[in-house]
């Protein structure tokens, strides 16, 4: 017989025939003539409940049947008053597939920490959060190529060994064949990479953006959505050593048009998580109260779905950094000299919690900033008149701080080029971007959106190593 899903087993509205399930048992539990046994496939975070008779099942067929086994069960759906579910399973024959011994399988029935469950990256996504989190970052993949398809924009794969650092930060992870215990030398002692794999020094991409620039300058309207990896040791809930980001890049589009596709794209997604994983996003609503119920009143999060309807609510705050900079010098937080690093003059780079500032604390809303000073933005964004500043734009989120970073990006070959020379950009890797502004140069702009803070964000959850499967952070490389 066929197996039927139990996300469509729980749909059913013909109860006539025999279906066949097959999953992992969640919990197990019984009484003398009948046995209750939960099972879930991930198709969906419901499980199905099997009543198996023990009148005609001998109750030792169930004895390896803990939880976290797998089980094949076949038999009519009937309707349910008890389980939870409109209907349950009358068992007629249940088979055991694998065996969990239950001294030895990590997930018991009750609550693990998260942190536990890190540790048991394997088996995690057996549980009801991470099982989740799993449906929910699959419609969103989902939703972010609709929202690109459905307005004619072309997606780019972007290398992901590069021979250039896109953000001119310095934080690459080397990719090598060479042999590290015994490397071929130049002259001068220092490493000879042309006998590398690739004839020169190669990395991992930190951003597809510099090669989605090349594809915009021809198709108008792309984007990459691909793994980055940034060798930053920043071991904080917001910052993985490798994760994924969206990048669009427009021909023609200036500041503002970038500003309005962002809105635009991040109001999309919630909207599709709030219409495609209505189930899922109830339970991480719950989860999320659950872990907070020991807050005081004012440090709970707001109630998750109410906190994405705001957001499709309420119009982003846009200013620019140097109002940004006002407000938080003027603060009384920063009078008082709550912020770890005090705002005292126009220049100071922002950190999370003035970020989260303006956003949580003074506008009560997603905030776009823009124009921040050229000296802590990277060196291809369009630079403003008053020599001071560049057309940079971050969306800051409640809870999250900056999601998305982007620019319009300098297109005059002169000012791009000085600013290169300027910031020590190695010409002889970077030769080519320039040379995009030698040739039917246009105004173009993008943005890069960080998929896991997007993730954070729409299923509440407090660390990005629980929105992605296997996260890569320093010292953390399990599974
Ligand atoms: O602001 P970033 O560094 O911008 C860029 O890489 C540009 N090339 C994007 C562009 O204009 N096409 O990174 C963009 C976003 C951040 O706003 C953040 O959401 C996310 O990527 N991000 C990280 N997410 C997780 N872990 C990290 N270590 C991250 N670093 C950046
Ligand atoms: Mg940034």
């Known amino acids: 017989m066929k197996r039927t899903e139990i996300k469509a087993a729980l749909q059913m509205q013909d109860l ?19 046995s209750f046994i939960a099972l879930n496939d991930g198709s969906t975070i419901h499980n199905l409940q099997l009543v198996v008779d023990l009148g005609q099942i001998p109750e030792e067929n169930l004895a390896q049947m803990h939880t976290g086994a797998s089980v094949s069960a076949t038999g009519k759906l009937v309707s349910s008053a008890g389980s939870g579910q409109n209907v349950e399973m009358a068992v007629s024959k249940i088979e055991l597939l694998g065996q969990a011994n239950p001294d030895t399988y990590p997930l018991q029935p009750k609550k693990h920490s998260l942190e536990f469950l890190r540790e048991k990256a394997h088996l995690r996504f057996r549980t009801n959060t991470f099982s989740a989190i799993t449906r929910l970052r699959h419609a969103m993949i989902f939703g972010v190529h609709q929202f690109f398809n459905d307005r004619g924009f072309f997606n780019i794969h972007s290398p992901i060994i590069t021979g250039s650092d896109a953000e001119g930060a310095g934080e690459m992870f080397k990719v090598t064949t060479l042999d590290l215990n015994n490397p071929p030398r130049k002259e001068d002692g220092s490493i000879d990479f042309e006998k590398d794999f690739f004839g020169k020094a190669a990395n991992l991409t930190v951003s597809g953006q510099l090669e989605a620039e090349l594809a915009a300058l021809a198709m108008s ?48 997604l919630i909207r599709y998580a709030l219409d495609n994983c209505a189930d899922d996003l109830a339970f991480l609503s719950k989860r999320q109260q659950d872990e907070e119920k020991n807050k005081k009143a004012d440090e709970r999060s707001m109630e998750l779905i109410s906190k994405l309807k705001f957001v499709l609510e309420s119009p982003f705050e846009r200013l620019t950094y140097t109002e940004a900079i006002d407000i938080l010098k003027n603060s009384n937080h920063n009078k008082k000299k709550k912020f770890a690093y005090p705002i005292e003059a126009w220049g100071a780079d922002l950190q999370s919690e003035h970020e989260r500032y303006l956003v949580e604390k003074h506008f009560k809303k997603p905030v776009i900033l823009t124009d921040y000073p050229k000296e802590i933005k990277a060196f291809y964004m369009k630079q403003n008149d008053d020599g001071k500043t560049v057309r940079a734009m971050d969306v800051l989120f409640p809870g999250i701080g900056e999601i998305i970073g982007g620019s319009q990006r300098e297109e005059d070959y002169d000012k791009l080029h000085k600013r290169m020379i300027e910031m020590h950009i190695p010409m002889e890797s970077m030769w080519w971007f320039l040379e995009t502004r030698k040739f039917g140069t246009v105004p173009h702009a993008g943005y890069g959106l960080g998929f896991e803070r997007m993730m954070l964000f729409v299923s509440g959850m407090g660390n990005i190593r629980d929105v992605i499967p296997f996260p890569r952070t320093p010292f953390h490389l399990e599974f």
Do not use: C, Q
């Open 221 to 268: 309207k792309v984007y990459t959505f691909g793994p980055t990896f940034r060798a930053e040791n920043s071991n904080t809930s917001r910052h993985l050593a490798e994760f994924w980001m969206i990048e669009p890049e427009v021909a023609f589009n200036d500041i503002h048009d970038n500003m309005d596709l962002a809105e635009e794209m991040l109001r999309y």
């Open 16 to 34: 006539e025939n025999e279906i066949n399930v097959k999953g992992w048992v969640r919990t197990k539990r019984g009484s003398k003539n009948v």
